[in-house]
T-cell receptor, first 114, second 112 residues
């Protein structure tokens, strides 16, 4: 069964550095998302992406964050000037449709900012 | 803002028992509700999706119900097995956007 893949599985970075988290969504899906989960907290929405542009973003997704679909398969989340509080599990997800299709998640990238 | 709550936070049952997990949400204007399973260190696996016009969905030993007007959903697991041990999350998508709002989850342990 097709699945969403994320790399790396674990990323350690120093405060102030930039990181890029990578995702390959399921190939026939049209909607792409990033969510994050700080340890012990709820899964939180960051951004949704459709037709090569951001369709919705949360207040967490400020100028420090950006997303890109550089080619037909990859979907990336860039975090500039990382802070300690950016440490979390970042999940990529995709769906075939927007409202009535199930979300399929990757296994996540654990980001640790030191 | 939509708030999603799950009760109980943790549940431990002997193998073979039937059990119910609860999810409540504050804003009934939703498109759908989805139940997920999360294993430690892993992503979320979609279990069931209920459209706002539906009352329930079934998949194998799982049955999810939705009462949109009262802001509640339940996930019923029949004849629980140790392999069912995981955290179960519910999430709703509002009809004003396309983001899911997640609950904090119920951590289920099924004892052999």
């Amino acid at each position: 069964e097709p699945e969403v893949t994320q790399t790396p599985s674990h990323q350690v970075t120093q405060m102030g550095q930039e990181v890029i988290l990578r995702c390959v969504p399921i190939s026939n899906h049209l909607y792409f998302y990033w969510y994050r989960q700080i340890l012990g907290q709820k899964v939180e929405f960051l951004v949704s992406f459709y037709n090569n542009e951001i369709s919705e973003k949360s207040e967490i997704f400020d100028d420090q964050f950006s997303v890109e679909r550089p080619d037909g398969s990859n979907f990336t989340l860039k975090i500039r000037s990382t802070k300690l509080e950016d440490s979390a599990m970042y999940f990529c997800a995709s769906s075939r449709g927007s409202y009535n299709s199930p979300l399929h998640f990757g296994n996540g990238t654990r980001l640790t900012v030191t | 803002k939509q708030e999603v709550t799950q009760i109980p936070a943790a549940l431990s049952v002997p193998e073979g028992e039937n059990l119910v997990l609860n999810c409540s949400f504050t804003d009934s204007a939703i498109y759908n509700l989805q139940w997920f399973r999360q294993d430690p260190g892993k992503g979320l696996t979609s279990l069931l999706l209920i459209q706002s016009s539906q009352r329930e969905q079934t998949s194998g030993r799982l049955n999810a119900s939705l009462d949109k007007s009262s802001g509640r959903s339940t996930l019923y697991i029949a004849a629980s097995q140790p392999g069912d041990s995981a955290t179960y999350l519910c999430a709703v998508i509002a009809n004003t956007g396309n983001q899911f709002y997640f609950g904090t989850g119920t951590s289920l342990t099924v004892i052999p």
